[in-house]
């Protein structure tokens, strides 16, 4: 069994996101998404949230399922089994960054290779961070978040913005 680790802040996770998801599950027998904490960002909804709206935005398919950790990511794949991570790239600056995760991660894990996939064109402008600013302005999120994550984000977002 072919085991992939999809890692993100999923803060909150986005239709970007599921897509990558999706195509990953169709190439390898299993996927776990983990959500994760990066060192670099205040996130706005908590590890649970997080994992809470990515359960509900994956709850379709069956070979996937979400995982959180607040650890490191290179030992978290090593637990699951997986030989690989995929992550979604929407330019120059996520390729160059994503190329240093990949050598990190592999140096932590030698047997963890991390795949790339290009976001899909309709998807390039769609983030997270797009997803939160939204939110604070209290506008409609149908076109970014997973229809299945949306009455769950509604009654998070209570008392957040
Ligand atoms: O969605 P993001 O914010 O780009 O995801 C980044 C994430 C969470 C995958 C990255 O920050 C991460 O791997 N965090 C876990 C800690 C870790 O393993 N860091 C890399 C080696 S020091």
């Given amino acids: 069994m072919r085991t992939a680790v999809c890692p993100g802040s999923f803060d909150p996770i986005t239709v970007g996101h599921l897509d990558?998801?999706?195509r990953a599950a169709a190439i390898?027998?299993?996927v776990v998404l983990c959500v994760m904490v990066n060192g670099e960002k205040r996130h706005m909804f908590s590890l649970e949230e997080r994992l809470e709206l990515a359960r509900a935005a994956t709850a379709a398919l069956p070979n996937v399922r979400a995982e959180a950790c607040g650890g490191l990511l290179a030992e978290f794949a090593k637990d699951q089994g997986a030989c690989a991570l995929v992550k979604g790239v929407r330019g120059g600056g996520?390729?160059?960054w994503e190329t240093?995760?990949?050598q990190?991660?592999?140096d932590l894990n030698p047997g963890l290779d991390t795949i790339l996939l290009p976001a899909r064109p309709e998807?390039?402008?769609i983030s997270s961070t797009l997803a939160r600013e939204m939110l604070r302005h209290h506008q409609d999120l149908e076109r970014y978040i997973p229809a299945g994550a949306m009455d769950a984000?509604?009654?998070?977002r209570q008392g957040k913005v």
């Fill in 20 to 22: 990558l998801v999706c």
């Fill in 28 to 30: 390898f027998d299993q």
């Fill in 94 to 96: 996520d390729l160059d």
């Fill in 100 to 102: 240093q995760m990949a």
């Fill in 104 to 106: 990190i991660n592999r």
């Fill in 123 to 125: 998807h390039l402008h």
């Fill in 153 to 156: 984000l509604n009654r998070i």
